[in-house]
């Protein structure tokens, strides 16, 4: 039987693998696609519409028990699908 996790953004609880696992790195989020990075972690379905809701929640300080703001833009692009290069 598989883990299940509630996502961050909806609240809704779904089997870990189709959750992405998010950590803080310093001030910045950051996924972790091998669910293997120490610290406390948060779960999110991976859709604009639940991270939306998390950063409007301001859930994500809330899960990672994060003290100072969280940076989101990485997380963000990577849902939008966007590469960022620095050139």
Do not use: Y
């Not at 999110?44 to 809701?53: A, D, I, K, Q």
């Amino acid at each position: 039987m598989e883990p299940v996790r509630t996502c961050v953004g909806c609240r809704s609880r779904d089997p870990r693998s189709s959750l992405l696992r998010v950590v803080a790195r310093g001030s910045e989020l950051v996924v972790d696609d091998t669910a293997t990075l120490p610290g406390r972690g948060a779960w999110l379905h991976p859709t604009l519409e639940c991270f939306r809701s998390a950063v409007q929640r301001r859930a994500f300080g809330r899960a990672l028990k994060a003290n100072e703001a969280l940076d989101t833009e990485t997380l963000e692009n990577r849902l939008n699908g966007t590469v960022i290069t620095n050139e």
